[in-house]
Nanobody
Framework: QVQLVESGGGSVQAGASLRLSCAAS??????????MGWFRQSPGKEREGVAS??????STHYADSVKGRFTISQDKNTVYLQMNNLKPEDTAMYYC??????????????????????WGQGTQVTVSS
């Protein structure tokens, strides 16, 4: 079982930066490798994958819409999403998610929500023009 707690959201103007954090606490498990993902959902839209990182080795993947602006990273049991040059279209509730996985399971083709059993409560990011 995994508990995920996000923080770091807020209201900013276009061009600003924010850093989201996701603190993970896991009960003992024989499996030690996970894919950690950031997803976002804005009103009236489906939840979409933004970025992912594999805990063993730190390989990363990004949605095309955020490449070059967002950076996912990890430090022990916390995953970060550094968001630079924010745009109004980045406005959404941002969620952290986790799944036990092999490294290939962290690629964007495996970002379907149903594949991630553990989710945080979300943190709101609002970007004004």
């Amino acid at each position: 079982q995994v508990q995920l707690v996000e923080s770091g959201g807020g209201s900013v103007q276009a061009g600003a930066s924010l850093r989201l954090s996701c603190a993970a606490s896991r009960s003992a498990s024989p499996w030690s490798n996970y894919c950690m993902g950031w997803f976002r959902q804005s009103p009236g839209k489906e939840r979409e994958g933004v970025a992912s990182i594999y805990t063993d080795g730190g390989s990363t993947h990004y949605a095309d819409s955020v490449k070059g602006r967002f950076t996912i990273s990890q430090d022990k049991n916390t995953v970060y999403l550094q968001m630079n040059n924010l745009k109004p279209e980045d406005t959404a509730m941002y969620y952290c998610a986790s799944k036990a996985s092999y490294s290939w399971g962290c690629s964007p083709r495996y970002w379907q929500q149903k594949e991630f059993p553990d989710w945080g409560q979300g943190t709101q990011v609002t970007v004004s023009s």
